[in-house]
């Protein structure tokens, strides 16, 4: 089992800046791929950024350049690193860890943007 939690959610006024995080307890030779997952009230999780364990990144469409993920391995921790926040940007944010053992959800952080 791999434990997997977020954090960082917050409350940030539109055009803000927020970093969430992510803490597993996967080593990252025993991981395929990790990433942001996003999902707002009424809709569909949907993708937000990945990263492999060879460092490739890939985000939706709709970042256009405003967020970045990236990793600590040292201390077992991912980031996301979101710029130029917009009011539809709200949603419960979700780290997704695709293992050898299977594949491992959080159970999300809230970030609320909002004036």
């Known amino acids: 089992q791999v434990q997997v939690v977020e954090s960082g959610g917050d409350l940030v006024q539109p055009g803000g800046s927020l970093r969430v995080s992510c803490a597993h307890s996967?080593?990252?030779?025993?991981?395929?791929?990790m990433g942001w997952y996003r999902q707002a009230p009424g809709k569909q999780r949907e993708l937000v950024a990945t990263?492999?364990?060879?460092?490739?990144?890939n985000y939706g469409d709709f970042v256009k350049g405003r967020f970045t993920i990236s990793r600590d391995d040292a201390k077992n921790v991912m980031y996301l690193q979101m710029h130029n926040l917009k009011p539809e940007d709200t949603a419960v944010y979700y780290c997704?860890?695709?293992?050898?053992?299977?594949?491992?959800w959080g159970q999300g952080t809230q970030v609320t943007v909002s004036s």
């Open positions: 990263i492999t364990r060879g460092g490739s990144t």
């Open positions: 997704n860890v695709r293992h050898t053992t299977g594949n491992y």
């Open positions: 996967a080593s990252i030779f025993s991981i395929y791929v």
